[in-house]
Protein backbone atom coordinates (compact mmCIF):
# COMPACT_ATOMS: atom_id res chain seq x y z
CA UNK A 1 0.00 0.00 0.00
CA UNK A 2 2.67 2.38 0.81
CA UNK A 3 3.87 2.38 -2.81
CA UNK A 4 0.39 3.59 -4.26
CA UNK A 5 0.27 6.35 -1.45
CA UNK A 6 4.08 7.24 -1.46
CA UNK A 7 4.46 11.23 -2.70
CA UNK A 8 1.01 11.15 -3.45
CA UNK A 9 0.70 14.48 -1.61
CA UNK A 10 4.32 15.83 -2.01
CA UNK A 11 2.58 19.06 -4.24
CA UNK A 12 0.45 19.48 -1.58
CA UNK A 13 2.96 19.12 1.59
CA UNK A 14 5.32 21.57 -0.31
CA UNK A 15 3.20 23.76 -1.30
CA UNK A 16 2.06 24.68 2.76
CA UNK A 17 3.43 27.31 4.60
CA UNK A 18 6.92 26.85 5.91
CA UNK A 19 5.84 26.10 8.81
CA UNK A 20 1.89 24.29 7.81
CA UNK A 21 -0.09 22.62 9.51
CA UNK A 22 -1.65 25.22 12.59
CA UNK A 23 -2.88 28.36 13.71
CA UNK A 24 -1.41 30.96 16.08
CA UNK A 25 -2.02 33.48 18.47
CA UNK A 26 1.67 34.75 16.74
CA UNK A 27 1.16 37.32 13.70
CA UNK A 28 3.99 37.42 11.19
CA UNK A 29 6.28 40.29 11.33
CA UNK A 30 4.84 43.20 9.49
CA UNK A 31 1.13 42.05 10.49
CA UNK A 32 -0.74 44.85 12.64
CA UNK A 33 -2.05 43.83 16.25
CA UNK A 34 -5.69 42.18 16.99
CA UNK A 35 -7.86 45.49 16.62
CA UNK A 36 -10.12 45.93 19.94
CA UNK A 37 -13.63 45.96 19.12
CA UNK A 38 -14.73 47.19 22.43
CA UNK A 39 -16.74 45.35 25.37
CA UNK A 40 -17.96 41.72 24.82
CA UNK A 41 -21.85 41.55 25.03
CA UNK A 42 -21.80 41.50 28.97
CA UNK A 43 -24.99 38.64 28.20
CA UNK A 44 -22.82 36.38 26.36
CA UNK A 45 -22.56 32.83 28.52
CA UNK A 46 -19.07 31.35 28.71
CA UNK A 47 -17.38 28.67 30.50
CA UNK A 48 -14.58 29.32 32.88
CA UNK A 49 -12.09 26.93 34.72
CA UNK A 50 -11.31 28.04 38.66
CA UNK A 51 -7.84 26.74 39.38
CA UNK A 52 -7.42 25.52 43.23
CA UNK A 53 -4.29 25.99 44.52
CA UNK A 54 -2.21 23.09 45.90
CA UNK A 55 -1.60 21.89 49.68
CA UNK A 56 1.98 20.62 50.92
CA UNK A 57 3.69 22.00 47.51
CA UNK A 58 7.08 21.49 48.93
CA UNK A 59 5.52 17.87 50.19
CA UNK A 60 4.54 16.96 47.37
CA UNK A 61 7.54 17.80 45.40
CA UNK A 62 9.74 15.83 47.82
CA UNK A 63 7.19 12.63 47.29
CA UNK A 64 7.88 12.99 43.04
CA UNK A 65 11.08 12.65 43.82
CA UNK A 66 11.40 9.39 46.01
CA UNK A 67 9.11 7.82 43.82
CA UNK A 68 12.03 7.66 40.75
CA UNK A 69 14.50 7.00 43.70
CA UNK A 70 15.78 3.46 43.76
CA UNK A 71 15.67 2.51 47.30
CA UNK A 72 13.83 4.96 49.00
CA UNK A 73 10.67 3.35 50.49
CA UNK A 74 8.28 5.67 48.06
CA UNK A 75 9.99 4.19 45.02
CA UNK A 76 7.26 3.83 42.15
CA UNK A 77 4.38 3.75 44.69
CA UNK A 78 2.33 6.04 42.40
CA UNK A 79 -0.74 7.67 44.23
CA UNK A 80 -3.82 7.58 42.62
CA UNK A 81 -6.30 10.48 41.90
CA UNK A 82 -7.80 10.08 45.01
CA UNK A 83 -5.18 10.03 47.23
CA UNK A 84 -4.03 12.87 45.30
CA UNK A 85 -7.15 14.93 46.39
CA UNK A 86 -7.09 13.70 49.37
CA UNK A 87 -3.44 14.86 50.36
CA UNK A 88 -2.44 17.46 48.40
CA UNK A 89 -5.74 18.75 46.49
CA UNK A 90 -7.58 21.94 47.86
CA UNK A 91 -9.12 21.27 51.51
CA UNK A 92 -13.03 20.79 51.60
CA UNK A 93 -13.12 23.95 53.40
CA UNK A 94 -11.17 25.65 50.64
CA UNK A 95 -13.45 24.55 48.07
CA UNK A 96 -16.59 25.14 50.06
CA UNK A 97 -14.99 28.87 50.12
CA UNK A 98 -14.84 28.93 46.37
CA UNK A 99 -18.53 27.55 46.28
CA UNK A 100 -19.54 30.48 48.21
CA UNK A 101 -18.23 32.50 45.60
CA UNK A 102 -19.24 31.35 42.93
CA UNK A 103 -22.80 31.25 44.17
CA UNK A 104 -22.62 35.00 45.83
CA UNK A 105 -21.95 36.12 41.60
CA UNK A 106 -24.79 34.30 40.48
CA UNK A 107 -22.55 32.01 38.62
CA UNK A 108 -23.29 28.33 38.28
CA UNK A 109 -20.92 25.47 39.40
CA UNK A 110 -20.64 22.66 36.75
CA UNK A 111 -18.02 20.21 37.18
CA UNK A 112 -15.44 19.84 40.98
CA UNK A 113 -12.84 17.79 38.87
CA UNK A 114 -11.69 14.71 41.31
CA UNK A 115 -8.32 15.86 41.57
CA UNK A 116 -9.71 19.14 43.57
CA UNK A 117 -7.51 21.68 41.29
CA UNK A 118 -9.98 23.03 39.72
CA UNK A 119 -14.12 23.99 39.55
CA UNK A 120 -15.83 24.69 36.12
CA UNK A 121 -18.35 27.62 36.05
CA UNK A 122 -20.55 29.10 33.58
CA UNK A 123 -21.80 32.46 34.23
CA UNK A 124 -22.23 35.91 31.77
CA UNK A 125 -19.63 38.00 30.69
CA UNK A 126 -20.86 40.75 32.89
CA UNK A 127 -20.75 38.27 36.27
CA UNK A 128 -17.17 37.45 35.33
CA UNK A 129 -16.17 41.35 34.94
CA UNK A 130 -17.71 41.78 38.55
CA UNK A 131 -16.30 39.02 39.91
CA UNK A 132 -12.82 39.26 38.60
CA UNK A 133 -12.65 43.24 38.21
CA UNK A 134 -11.86 43.27 34.47
CA UNK A 135 -13.42 44.24 31.31
CA UNK A 136 -13.50 41.79 28.22
CA UNK A 137 -13.11 42.81 25.16
CA UNK A 138 -14.11 41.66 21.42
CA UNK A 139 -10.96 41.32 18.89
CA UNK A 140 -10.39 41.24 15.71
CA UNK A 141 -7.03 39.38 14.29
CA UNK A 142 -6.13 40.49 10.68
CA UNK A 143 -7.16 37.52 9.20
CA UNK A 144 -10.69 38.18 10.30
CA UNK A 145 -10.72 36.03 13.22
CA UNK A 146 -12.16 37.39 16.19
CA UNK A 147 -11.79 36.49 20.28
CA UNK A 148 -12.65 38.16 23.75
CA UNK A 149 -9.90 38.34 26.32
CA UNK A 150 -9.48 40.81 29.33
CA UNK A 151 -7.86 44.27 28.61
CA UNK A 152 -6.81 44.33 32.24
CA UNK A 153 -5.46 41.79 34.68
CA UNK A 154 -8.22 39.69 36.52
CA UNK A 155 -7.79 40.44 40.30
CA UNK A 156 -8.86 37.63 42.42
CA UNK A 157 -10.85 37.71 45.40
CA UNK A 158 -8.18 39.03 48.09
CA UNK A 159 -10.37 36.99 50.60
CA UNK A 160 -9.44 33.44 48.07
CA UNK A 161 -5.84 34.91 47.40
CA UNK A 162 -4.67 31.63 48.89
CA UNK A 163 -7.18 29.30 47.31
CA UNK A 164 -7.51 30.84 44.18
CA UNK A 165 -4.63 30.43 41.45
CA UNK A 166 -6.62 31.46 38.21
CA UNK A 167 -9.93 32.00 36.25
CA UNK A 168 -9.25 29.88 33.08
CA UNK A 169 -11.09 30.84 30.10
CA UNK A 170 -11.89 34.49 30.48
CA UNK A 171 -9.77 34.51 27.11
CA UNK A 172 -10.92 32.87 24.04
CA UNK A 173 -7.56 33.70 22.21
CA UNK A 174 -6.13 30.79 19.90
CA UNK A 175 -3.15 31.20 21.68
CA UNK A 176 -0.86 27.67 20.87
CA UNK A 177 0.61 26.20 18.05
CA UNK A 178 1.55 22.52 16.90
CA UNK A 179 5.46 21.97 16.46
CA UNK A 180 5.45 20.82 12.94
CA UNK A 181 7.44 21.82 10.15
CA UNK A 182 7.66 21.22 6.20
CA UNK A 183 10.98 20.62 4.33
CA UNK A 184 12.47 23.95 2.95
CA UNK A 185 11.46 24.81 -0.50
CA UNK A 186 13.24 27.97 -2.08
CA UNK A 187 11.42 31.00 -2.32
CA UNK A 188 14.16 33.42 -3.53
CA UNK A 189 13.80 33.80 -6.99
CA UNK A 190 18.29 33.10 -7.45
CA UNK A 191 17.97 30.38 -5.00
CA UNK A 192 14.67 28.37 -6.71
CA UNK A 193 15.49 28.91 -10.75
CA UNK A 194 17.47 26.14 -11.56
CA UNK A 195 15.32 23.77 -9.49
CA UNK A 196 12.03 22.98 -8.78
CA UNK A 197 10.63 22.16 -4.98
CA UNK A 198 9.04 18.78 -6.33
CA UNK A 199 12.60 17.72 -8.37
CA UNK A 200 14.68 19.00 -5.16
CA UNK A 201 12.75 17.49 -2.50
CA UNK A 202 13.77 14.02 -5.04
CA UNK A 203 17.51 15.25 -5.17
CA UNK A 204 17.73 16.16 -1.11
CA UNK A 205 17.31 12.49 -0.88
CA UNK A 206 20.03 9.83 -1.50
CA UNK A 207 19.40 6.95 -3.60
CA UNK A 208 17.75 4.65 -1.76
CA UNK A 209 20.16 2.19 0.25
CA UNK A 210 19.55 -1.38 1.10
CA UNK A 211 16.90 -1.30 3.52
CA UNK A 212 17.81 -3.91 6.86
CA UNK A 213 16.51 -3.89 10.00
CA UNK A 214 12.91 -3.41 11.17
CA UNK A 215 11.02 -4.36 8.34
CA UNK A 216 8.58 -1.66 8.09
CA UNK A 217 11.72 1.18 7.71
CA UNK A 218 12.68 3.26 4.55
CA UNK A 219 16.01 4.23 5.28
CA UNK A 220 15.40 7.07 3.08
CA UNK A 221 15.46 10.49 4.50
CA UNK A 222 12.33 12.62 4.15
CA UNK A 223 10.56 8.62 3.91
CA UNK A 224 11.31 7.73 7.98
CA UNK A 225 9.18 5.57 9.02
CA UNK A 226 8.48 4.47 13.33
CA UNK A 227 10.83 1.68 11.87
CA UNK A 228 13.46 4.23 10.87
CA UNK A 229 13.41 5.47 14.58
CA UNK A 230 13.61 1.65 15.90
CA UNK A 231 16.58 1.02 13.71
CA UNK A 232 18.45 3.96 14.63
CA UNK A 233 18.02 4.21 18.52
CA UNK A 234 18.10 0.83 19.18
CA UNK A 235 14.72 -0.15 19.56
CA UNK A 236 14.72 -3.43 18.03
CA UNK A 237 15.94 -5.94 20.60
CA UNK A 238 12.94 -4.78 22.50
CA UNK A 239 10.45 -6.26 19.54
CA UNK A 240 12.36 -9.21 19.54
CA UNK A 241 12.10 -9.53 23.23
CA UNK A 242 7.98 -9.53 22.53
CA UNK A 243 7.81 -5.72 24.47
CA UNK A 244 5.39 -3.97 21.79
CA UNK A 245 3.71 -1.75 24.50
CA UNK A 246 0.54 -4.39 25.50
CA UNK A 247 -0.85 -3.30 28.85
CA UNK A 248 0.40 0.12 28.24
CA UNK A 249 -2.16 3.59 27.73
CA UNK A 250 -0.55 5.80 25.47
CA UNK A 251 -2.26 9.17 26.08
CA UNK A 252 -2.18 11.92 23.59
CA UNK A 253 -3.53 15.64 24.55
CA UNK A 254 -3.81 17.97 21.95
CA UNK A 255 -5.35 21.26 20.77
CA UNK A 256 -7.13 19.65 17.27
CA UNK A 257 -9.81 16.93 16.60
CA UNK A 258 -8.42 14.36 14.21
CA UNK A 259 -9.67 11.30 12.22
CA UNK A 260 -8.76 7.68 13.73
CA UNK A 261 -8.50 6.18 10.48
CA UNK A 262 -5.61 8.46 9.52
CA UNK A 263 -3.00 6.45 12.06
CA UNK A 264 -4.65 2.90 10.55
CA UNK A 265 -4.16 4.22 6.93
CA UNK A 266 -0.28 5.09 8.16
CA UNK A 267 0.31 1.87 9.91
CA UNK A 268 -1.27 -0.05 7.14
CA UNK A 269 0.55 1.88 4.19
CA UNK A 270 3.91 1.16 6.30
CA UNK A 271 3.14 -2.84 6.73
CA UNK A 272 2.73 -1.99 10.49
CA UNK A 273 0.34 -4.56 12.49
CA UNK A 274 -1.46 -3.17 15.29
CA UNK A 275 -3.79 -3.91 18.48
CA UNK A 276 -7.43 -3.44 16.70
CA UNK A 277 -9.75 -0.91 18.49
CA UNK A 278 -7.10 0.77 20.21
CA UNK A 279 -8.05 4.39 19.88
CA UNK A 280 -10.05 6.39 22.13
CA UNK A 281 -11.36 9.66 21.59
CA UNK A 282 -12.11 12.27 24.70
CA UNK A 283 -13.65 15.72 23.71
CA UNK A 284 -12.70 18.29 26.06
CA UNK A 285 -14.81 21.27 26.73
CA UNK A 286 -16.47 20.09 23.74
CA UNK A 287 -13.07 19.00 21.20
CA UNK A 288 -11.24 20.69 19.26
CA UNK A 289 -11.38 21.83 15.32
CA UNK A 290 -11.14 19.07 12.40
CA UNK A 291 -9.49 21.03 9.60
CA UNK A 292 -6.14 21.02 8.30
CA UNK A 293 -5.34 24.78 9.53
CA UNK A 294 -6.57 23.57 12.95
CA UNK A 295 -4.10 21.34 13.57
CA UNK A 296 -5.86 17.94 12.89
CA UNK A 297 -2.60 16.62 11.12
CA UNK A 298 -0.58 17.51 14.22
CA UNK A 299 -2.83 14.66 15.91
CA UNK A 300 -2.60 12.27 13.26
CA UNK A 301 1.19 12.27 13.43
CA UNK A 302 1.36 11.97 17.35
CA UNK A 303 -1.21 9.34 17.24
CA UNK A 304 0.81 7.62 14.58
CA UNK A 305 4.14 8.22 15.88
CA UNK A 306 3.75 7.15 19.42
CA UNK A 307 0.90 4.32 18.70
CA UNK A 308 3.93 3.20 15.48
CA UNK A 309 6.57 2.75 18.24
CA UNK A 310 4.23 0.94 20.68
CA UNK A 311 2.06 -1.28 18.01
CA UNK A 312 -0.13 -3.05 20.83
CA UNK A 313 -0.61 -0.38 23.33
CA UNK A 314 -4.11 1.39 24.05
CA UNK A 315 -3.96 5.48 22.80
CA UNK A 316 -6.50 7.90 24.32
CA UNK A 317 -6.70 11.33 22.72
CA UNK A 318 -7.89 13.74 24.46
CA UNK A 319 -8.37 17.28 22.64
CA UNK A 320 -9.63 20.46 23.51
CA UNK A 321 -10.60 24.14 21.86
CA UNK A 322 -7.43 25.87 21.25
CA UNK A 323 -7.56 28.24 24.01
CA UNK A 324 -5.68 29.09 27.85
CA UNK A 325 -9.18 27.36 29.30
CA UNK A 326 -8.52 24.22 26.41
CA UNK A 327 -4.92 23.57 27.11
CA UNK A 328 -5.22 23.84 30.81
CA UNK A 329 -8.44 21.66 30.22
CA UNK A 330 -7.56 18.96 28.62
CA UNK A 331 -4.33 18.65 30.59
CA UNK A 332 -6.36 18.41 34.35
CA UNK A 333 -8.96 15.66 32.22
CA UNK A 334 -6.59 13.83 31.25
CA UNK A 335 -4.15 13.38 34.18
CA UNK A 336 -7.71 12.79 36.98
CA UNK A 337 -9.02 10.29 34.68
CA UNK A 338 -5.47 8.45 35.21
CA UNK A 339 -6.53 5.97 32.73
CA UNK A 340 -2.86 6.79 30.76
CA UNK A 341 0.74 5.50 31.42
CA UNK A 342 2.61 8.73 29.57
CA UNK A 343 1.22 11.41 28.31
CA UNK A 344 2.41 13.70 25.39
CA UNK A 345 1.82 17.08 23.62
CA UNK A 346 3.25 19.01 20.76
CA UNK A 347 1.74 22.51 20.91
CA UNK A 348 3.20 25.53 22.77
CA UNK A 349 4.15 29.08 22.67
CA UNK A 350 7.18 31.06 23.93
CA UNK A 351 7.70 31.42 27.65
CA UNK A 352 7.44 35.00 27.84
CA UNK A 353 4.19 35.59 25.74
CA UNK A 354 2.38 34.81 29.49
CA UNK A 355 4.24 37.65 30.96
CA UNK A 356 2.91 41.08 31.73
CA UNK A 357 5.72 42.79 29.58
CA UNK A 358 4.45 41.32 26.31
CA UNK A 359 0.32 40.94 26.98
CA UNK A 360 -0.41 44.62 27.76
CA UNK A 361 0.46 44.79 30.85
CA UNK A 362 -1.99 41.56 31.53
CA UNK A 363 0.06 38.54 33.52
CA UNK A 364 -0.71 35.18 32.21
CA UNK A 365 1.92 33.43 34.29
CA UNK A 366 -0.49 32.23 36.60
CA UNK A 367 -1.91 29.81 34.03
CA UNK A 368 1.80 28.35 33.75
CA UNK A 369 1.64 27.77 37.99
CA UNK A 370 -1.67 26.53 36.99
CA UNK A 371 -0.05 23.51 34.45
CA UNK A 372 2.50 23.17 36.97
CA UNK A 373 0.51 21.84 39.56
CA UNK A 374 -1.29 19.54 36.93
CA UNK A 375 1.77 17.97 35.72
CA UNK A 376 3.13 17.59 39.73
CA UNK A 377 0.06 15.43 39.91
CA UNK A 378 0.92 13.75 36.95
CA UNK A 379 4.22 13.00 38.25
CA UNK A 380 3.10 11.58 41.22
CA UNK A 381 0.56 9.55 39.71
CA UNK A 382 3.70 7.57 38.00
CA UNK A 383 2.41 9.37 34.21
CA UNK A 384 5.65 10.31 32.10
CA UNK A 385 4.94 13.81 30.21
CA UNK A 386 6.72 14.79 27.31
CA UNK A 387 6.57 18.38 25.55
CA UNK A 388 8.38 19.82 22.25
CA UNK A 389 11.08 22.05 22.54
CA UNK A 390 10.04 24.09 19.82
CA UNK A 391 10.95 24.57 16.29
CA UNK A 392 12.45 28.18 16.13
CA UNK A 393 15.56 26.57 17.13
CA UNK A 394 16.97 28.80 20.19
CA UNK A 395 14.75 32.00 19.14
CA UNK A 396 11.24 30.77 20.10
CA UNK A 397 9.60 34.07 19.38
CA UNK A 398 11.01 34.11 15.23
CA UNK A 399 8.48 31.39 14.39
CA UNK A 400 5.48 33.56 14.82
CA UNK A 401 6.75 37.33 15.27
CA UNK A 402 9.58 37.46 12.72
CA UNK A 403 12.84 38.56 13.40
CA UNK A 404 16.80 38.49 12.14
CA UNK A 405 19.74 38.44 13.53
CA UNK A 406 20.96 41.83 11.45
CA UNK A 407 17.66 43.83 12.78
CA UNK A 408 18.83 46.38 15.06
CA UNK A 409 17.47 44.94 17.92
CA UNK A 410 17.54 41.08 17.72
CA UNK A 411 15.13 38.41 18.80
CA UNK A 412 16.19 37.41 22.18
CA UNK A 413 17.31 33.80 23.11
CA UNK A 414 13.81 32.54 24.68
CA UNK A 415 12.51 29.04 25.30
CA UNK A 416 8.60 27.36 24.75
CA UNK A 417 6.05 26.92 27.20
CA UNK A 418 5.14 24.01 28.49
CA UNK A 419 7.83 22.52 28.04
CA UNK A 420 10.28 24.81 30.02
CA UNK A 421 7.99 23.55 32.69
CA UNK A 422 10.42 21.34 35.20
CA UNK A 423 8.01 18.36 35.79
CA UNK A 424 8.19 17.64 31.88
CA UNK A 425 10.73 15.89 30.26
CA UNK A 426 11.37 17.98 26.89
CA UNK A 427 12.00 17.48 23.21
CA UNK A 428 14.59 18.63 21.15
CA UNK A 429 15.59 17.78 17.71
CA UNK A 430 18.72 16.63 15.86
CA UNK A 431 19.42 16.08 12.46
CA UNK A 432 20.62 12.62 11.32
CA UNK A 433 23.62 11.88 8.73
CA UNK A 434 22.17 12.32 4.86
CA UNK A 435 23.73 13.61 1.52
CA UNK A 436 21.98 16.44 -0.20
CA UNK A 437 21.56 19.34 -2.55
CA UNK A 438 19.24 21.96 -3.32
CA UNK A 439 18.51 24.12 -6.41
CA UNK A 440 21.76 21.66 -8.50
CA UNK A 441 24.32 22.79 -6.65
CA UNK A 442 26.75 19.91 -5.53
CA UNK A 443 25.93 17.26 -3.20
CA UNK A 444 26.94 18.03 0.59
CA UNK A 445 27.02 15.63 3.50
CA UNK A 446 26.59 15.81 6.84
CA UNK A 447 28.57 12.65 8.31
CA UNK A 448 27.40 12.84 11.71
CA UNK A 449 23.81 12.94 14.32
CA UNK A 450 23.83 16.87 14.71
CA UNK A 451 22.01 19.54 16.85
CA UNK A 452 19.07 20.45 14.13
CA UNK A 453 19.44 24.26 12.89
CA UNK A 454 19.21 24.70 9.16
CA UNK A 455 22.16 27.59 9.34
CA UNK A 456 23.52 24.80 7.31
CA UNK A 457 21.21 24.89 4.74
CA UNK A 458 22.30 28.70 4.48
CA UNK A 459 25.49 27.91 4.39
CA UNK A 460 25.15 25.41 1.85
CA UNK A 461 23.53 28.10 -0.37
CA UNK A 462 26.02 31.04 0.54
CA UNK A 463 29.28 28.55 -0.46
CA UNK A 464 27.65 27.03 -3.56
CA UNK A 465 25.25 29.27 -5.09
CA UNK A 466 26.44 32.75 -3.52
CA UNK A 467 22.95 33.53 -2.19
CA UNK A 468 22.06 34.29 0.86
CA UNK A 469 18.91 33.17 2.15
CA UNK A 470 19.49 33.14 5.92
CA UNK A 471 16.24 35.33 6.61
CA UNK A 472 14.38 32.84 5.00
CA UNK A 473 15.60 29.98 6.96
CA UNK A 474 16.35 31.65 10.27
CA UNK A 475 15.92 30.58 13.19
CA UNK A 476 14.24 26.63 12.18
CA UNK A 477 15.35 24.46 14.31
CA UNK A 478 15.14 22.39 17.78
CA UNK A 479 14.13 24.27 20.21
CA UNK A 480 16.18 25.02 23.61
CA UNK A 481 17.62 27.44 26.01
CA UNK A 482 16.97 28.57 29.34
CA UNK A 483 13.55 29.28 31.15
CA UNK A 484 13.41 32.69 32.59
CA UNK A 485 10.35 31.80 34.82
CA UNK A 486 10.95 28.29 36.18
CA UNK A 487 14.41 28.00 38.44
CA UNK A 488 16.67 25.47 37.78
CA UNK A 489 15.62 22.00 38.98
CA UNK A 490 17.52 19.91 41.42
CA UNK A 491 18.22 17.22 39.13
CA UNK A 492 20.10 19.71 36.44
CA UNK A 493 22.08 21.37 39.81
CA UNK A 494 25.20 18.80 38.93
CA UNK A 495 24.71 18.10 35.16
CA UNK A 496 28.16 20.07 33.10
CA UNK A 497 26.99 21.77 30.65
CA UNK A 498 24.11 23.73 32.35
CA UNK A 499 23.53 27.59 30.94
CA UNK A 500 22.02 30.72 32.37
CA UNK A 501 20.27 33.34 30.22
CA UNK A 502 22.19 35.47 28.46
CA UNK A 503 22.44 39.13 28.88
CA UNK A 504 21.47 42.12 26.48
CA UNK A 505 18.20 39.63 25.40
CA UNK A 506 15.04 42.30 24.55
CA UNK A 507 12.34 41.59 22.79
CA UNK A 508 10.94 44.78 20.52
CA UNK A 509 7.80 44.27 19.04
CA UNK A 510 6.29 48.13 17.83
CA UNK A 511 2.88 46.32 16.31
CA UNK A 512 2.47 44.74 19.84
CA UNK A 513 4.10 47.75 21.42
CA UNK A 514 6.44 45.15 23.29
CA UNK A 515 10.05 46.55 24.42
CA UNK A 516 11.29 43.74 26.70
CA UNK A 517 14.47 42.98 28.53
CA UNK A 518 14.60 39.44 29.75
CA UNK A 519 16.37 38.96 32.62
CA UNK A 520 19.90 37.88 32.19
CA UNK A 521 21.87 35.44 34.58
CA UNK A 522 18.88 33.75 35.48
CA UNK A 523 19.82 30.39 36.79
CA UNK A 524 16.64 29.00 34.82
CA UNK A 525 15.43 25.31 33.85
CA UNK A 526 17.44 24.23 30.82
CA UNK A 527 15.84 22.58 28.08
CA UNK A 528 15.84 20.01 25.95
CA UNK A 529 16.29 17.04 28.18
CA UNK A 530 16.82 14.56 25.18
CA UNK A 531 16.65 14.57 21.35
CA UNK A 532 16.26 12.79 18.20
CA UNK A 533 15.51 13.07 14.52
CA UNK A 534 13.54 16.26 13.67
CA UNK A 535 15.04 17.87 10.86
CA UNK A 536 12.66 17.45 7.61
CA UNK A 537 15.29 17.05 5.57
CA UNK A 538 15.66 13.79 7.42
CA UNK A 539 12.22 13.85 8.01
CA UNK A 540 9.06 11.18 7.69
CA UNK A 541 6.15 10.50 6.24
CA UNK A 542 2.29 10.69 7.96
CA UNK A 543 -1.04 10.86 7.06
CA UNK A 544 -3.45 13.39 7.39
CA UNK A 545 -6.66 13.49 5.43
CA UNK A 546 -7.32 16.95 6.34
CA UNK A 547 -4.01 17.79 5.15
CA UNK A 548 -4.69 16.04 1.91
CA UNK A 549 -3.26 12.71 2.44
CA UNK A 550 -0.03 10.73 2.54
CA UNK A 551 3.21 13.68 3.77
CA UNK A 552 6.77 13.30 3.34
CA UNK A 553 9.91 15.51 4.50
CA UNK A 554 7.56 16.29 7.28
CA UNK A 555 10.06 17.16 10.41
CA UNK A 556 9.60 19.21 14.20
CA UNK A 557 10.38 18.37 17.64
CA UNK A 558 6.08 17.18 17.49
CA UNK A 559 7.27 14.25 15.85
CA UNK A 560 9.63 13.69 19.21
CA UNK A 561 7.73 14.21 21.83
CA UNK A 562 4.79 11.22 20.47
CA UNK A 563 7.92 9.05 19.72
CA UNK A 564 9.20 9.82 23.08
CA UNK A 565 5.56 8.89 24.65
CA UNK A 566 5.69 5.25 22.50
CA UNK A 567 9.01 4.55 23.78
CA UNK A 568 7.75 4.90 27.47
CA UNK A 569 4.62 2.74 26.73
CA UNK A 570 7.39 0.04 25.87
CA UNK A 571 9.36 0.76 29.18
CA UNK A 572 5.75 0.36 30.78
CA UNK A 573 5.58 -3.09 29.38
CA UNK A 574 9.21 -3.80 29.78
CA UNK A 575 9.88 -2.84 33.62
CA UNK A 576 6.05 -3.88 34.44
CA UNK A 577 5.07 -0.36 35.28
CA UNK A 578 4.87 3.22 35.34
CA UNK A 579 8.11 4.98 35.09
CA UNK A 580 6.41 8.36 36.23
CA UNK A 581 8.73 11.68 35.95
CA UNK A 582 11.34 10.57 33.72
CA UNK A 583 14.16 13.56 34.50
CA UNK A 584 15.37 12.89 37.74
CA UNK A 585 16.31 8.96 36.56
CA UNK A 586 18.03 10.72 32.67
CA UNK A 587 20.52 13.31 34.59
CA UNK A 588 21.45 10.62 37.18
CA UNK A 589 22.18 7.90 34.60
CA UNK A 590 24.22 10.80 32.54
CA UNK A 591 26.26 12.25 35.54
CA UNK A 592 26.92 8.76 36.59
CA UNK A 593 27.52 6.86 33.39
CA UNK A 594 28.04 9.24 30.58
CA UNK A 595 28.13 7.88 27.25
CA UNK A 596 29.31 4.84 25.06
CA UNK A 597 28.26 1.40 24.10
CA UNK A 598 26.51 0.38 27.36
CA UNK A 599 25.28 3.97 28.25
CA UNK A 600 21.38 4.93 27.74
CA UNK A 601 22.78 7.98 25.96
CA UNK A 602 24.54 9.14 22.31
CA UNK A 603 26.17 12.16 22.90
CA UNK A 604 25.47 14.66 20.07
CA UNK A 605 28.83 16.62 19.57
CA UNK A 606 27.74 18.51 16.37
CA UNK A 607 25.81 21.21 14.90
CA UNK A 608 23.44 24.00 16.44
CA UNK A 609 19.95 25.46 17.07
CA UNK A 610 21.53 28.86 15.85
CA UNK A 611 22.77 29.34 19.35
CA UNK A 612 24.15 26.70 21.22
CA UNK A 613 26.39 24.14 19.79
CA UNK A 614 26.68 20.88 19.68
CA UNK A 615 29.34 19.88 22.49
CA UNK A 616 30.39 16.73 24.45
CA UNK A 617 28.13 16.53 27.39
CA UNK A 618 24.86 18.43 28.06
CA UNK A 619 24.10 21.58 26.29
CA UNK A 620 20.36 23.38 25.37
CA UNK A 621 20.81 22.17 21.67
CA UNK A 622 20.09 18.77 22.44
CA UNK A 623 20.06 18.20 25.60
CA UNK A 624 21.45 15.08 27.53
CA UNK A 625 21.67 13.73 23.75
CA UNK A 626 19.73 10.98 21.82
CA UNK A 627 18.62 7.53 23.67
CA UNK A 628 20.15 3.90 22.95
CA UNK A 629 16.41 2.61 24.16
CA UNK A 630 17.48 -0.90 24.78
CA UNK A 631 19.93 0.33 27.42
CA UNK A 632 17.50 2.97 28.69
CA UNK A 633 14.96 -0.13 29.18
CA UNK A 634 18.01 -2.00 31.23
CA UNK A 635 18.73 0.85 33.29
CA UNK A 636 15.35 1.28 34.07
CA UNK A 637 14.52 -2.33 35.03
CA UNK A 638 17.85 -2.53 37.10
CA UNK A 639 18.11 1.15 38.85
Known amino acids: MLSTLHRKSLAVSLGLLLFGGATSVAMAAGSSSPADLGPSNTNQRVNVTLVLGLRNQAALE ?13 YHRFLTTAQFADRFGASADD ?29 TIGQFNQAFQTSIHDFRNADGTTFHRPNATPKLPSSLSSTLIVASGLSTEAKYRSHRVSAYSPTTPAASSTMSPMAKAAKAAPAAPACTGNPTATCSPGDFTVGDVANRYNINPLYKAGVTGKGSTIGIATLADFLPSDAYAYWSAIGLAVKPNRITQVHVDGGGELSGPAGSGETSLDVEQSGGLAPWADIVVYDAPNTDAGFFDVFNQAVSDNKVDSLSVSWGEPEILYFPQTEGGV ?25 TSGDSGAYDTVRGFGGSL ?26 VPFTYSFSGGPKASLTQESVWGWDYISAYFKKNLGVDITDEVFSVGGGGGVSVFWPLPVYQAFTSGIRKSEKNQTWLFPFYDINYTLPANFKGRNVP ?39 SALLTQATHGRQGLWNPQLYAFQNLFHYGAFSPFNDIKAGDNWFYKGVSGYEPGAGIGTLNVTNLALFMTVF
Open 62 to 74: SLIFSSVTQGSPS
Open 95 to 123: IAKVQAFVKQQGLTQVELLPNHLAIKVSG
Open 363 to 387: DYTDELRAFHQVFMEAAIQGISMFA
Open 406 to 431: SDPVPPPLTADAPGSDPFITTAGGTT
Open 529 to 567: DLSLNADPETGYLFYSTEDGGLLDFEGGTSFVAPQLNGI
